[in-house]
């Protein structure tokens, strides 16, 4: 284009100058004037609108066009374009200098048009595409013009959506057992059958650590594989985010209450004499406000009516505004039913001294004790002093007068549990 202008300029200046020296004899004359006409028509020439210019636009993101129309012929990319794509482009164009003053540089798009696509088969190649630049010629495109790709059937699956979870719960906190619900449970993946089939579950993580309120909220899915590693596909997921949400709630520990569960009356002749419940205590769970005012937890009914030997009977717990989760379901109650208990006073009960100080002198208060023995009714009605013995045991005694306790032992084979009164004689110790 310069090497034109140039003989254009070139013919120009030879005939202004041959017509100047038709006209004037000075030689000084002529030369000024043919440098004033050539500097003339160069600038003429050099300003013309139609003279061809060049320029660069760089860091341009390459749009992906035409998804759903591939989809429509049931057709898949096994390659993730995203990231086929992902790396920015310079467009190098060509145009008069007006069109490129006029080029919005904001508007320029350079894209990959999918829907040219019309068949499956590997090592397809698509080039890009620029947009929106009227008038001008695309030179070059850099460091990429195209990109390849195989192409397979269109495939569809159902996949679960998982809750993951990491970290933990600041203390005095906790989410009861399969509460955290997803919605939607599931997601249908679709790519082609290589990619979709190496997918066994679409994962939510959910971070824990310092959460202390209930929880709704957008999570990202990810897509993973048999092993638990994300898979990085082309794939195309039908809900890309799904909702989670679970309950948070403080937890208490408070004791678990039998007493006032209790009905009926136990048979004659035998008394309730306690009980052991298990769990002693449970830990319960709800929002603070509703743990509060809570200090117990009760269980439902337990009939002794007519019972007249101890027994074991699982209870569930009743239901308490506030409490909305426990670590128990059930607890165990054992009811103690004995017979009714009779006192008896035994005086004059023989003792026998077990374990004197050799070479010591003992003195005894009283050779003879009183006690007052508790058991069952029935057996207390014949309790005689032959059912037990007595003896002090001076092991443990100095020498001088110390207060040393009586023990009881029950002899008679046949005999119930009985209690003892605490009964005591003084014991003088001296050397002989």
Request: glycine share 6%; aromatic share 6%.
């Amino acid at each position: 284009m310069k090497n034109k202008l140039r003989a254009l300029y070139q013919a120009v200046r030879r005939r202004v100058v041959r017509w100047v020296r038709h006209f004037t004899d000075e030689q000084l004359g002529m030369r000024i004037l043919s440098l004033v006409l050539a500097v003339v028509m160069w600038a003429v020439v050099m300003s013309r609108d139609d003279a061809r210019r060049f320029t660069t636009v760089s860091g341009l993101t390459v749009e992906i066009l035409g998804e759903d129309t591939l989809a429509e012929n049931e057709l898949a990319i096994k390659q993730s374009l995203r990231e086929l794509t992902q790396r920015p482009v310079s467009v190098r164009l060509e145009g008069t200098k007006a069109l490129l003053t006029a080029l919005n540089k904001e508007n320029l798009r350079v894209v990959v048009d999918l829907s040219r696509i019309t068949a499956t088969g590997e090592d397809q190649t698509i080039s890009l595409q620029v947009r929106n630049a009227s008038g001008l010629s695309v030179t070059g495109i850099s460091p990429y013009d195209a990109v390849t790709v195989d192409v397979e059937s269109l495939y569809s699956r159902e996949i679960p959506v998982v809750a993951q979870t990491d970290g933990e719960l600041p203390a005095g906190h906790m989410i009861p057992s399969n509460s955290i619900s997803v919605t939607p449970s599931t997601v249908t993946v679709t790519g082609t059958e290589s990619d979709v089939t190496r997918i066994s579950a679409a994962y939510v993580y959910v971070d824990l650590t310092d959460v202390t309120e209930s929880v709704r909220a957008q999570q990202e899915v990810t897509l993973v594989d048999a092993q638990g590693s994300e898979v990085v596909s082309s794939v195309e997921v039908s809900d890309p985010t799904v909702i989670v949400g679970f309950p948070v709630y403080q937890t208490k520990t408070v004791a678990v209450e039998w007493r006032g569960s209790v009905t009926g009356e136990v048979a004659s002749g035998y008394e309730l004499s306690g009980a052991s419940v298990f769990p002693e205590q449970v830990t319960i769970a709800g929002y603070a406000s509703d743990l509060a005012g809570i200090e117990k937890v009760f269980v439902s009914a337990i009939s002794v009516d007519g019972k007249s030997e101890p027994f074991t009977q699982d209870v569930s717990f009743i239901g308490q505004t506030g409490i909305r989760w426990m670590n128990y379901e059930s607890a165990q109650v054992t009811l103690k039913i004995q017979e009714e208990r009779e006192t008896v006073i035994v005086s004059e009960v023989p003792f026998e001294i077990v374990n004197a100080p050799q070479g010591a002198r003992v003195e005894c208060s009283a050779d003879t004790v009183t006690v007052a023995v508790v058991g069952p009714a029935s057996f207390m009605k014949n309790l005689s002093r032959d059912d037990f013995t007595a003896k002090v045991d001076l092991l443990s005694a100095v020498y001088g007068t110390t207060p040393m306790p009586v023990t009881f032992t029950v002899t008679n084979p046949d005999a119930p549990e009985l209690s003892f009164m605490q009964v005591s004689v003084e014991v003088t110790l001296t050397k002989e």
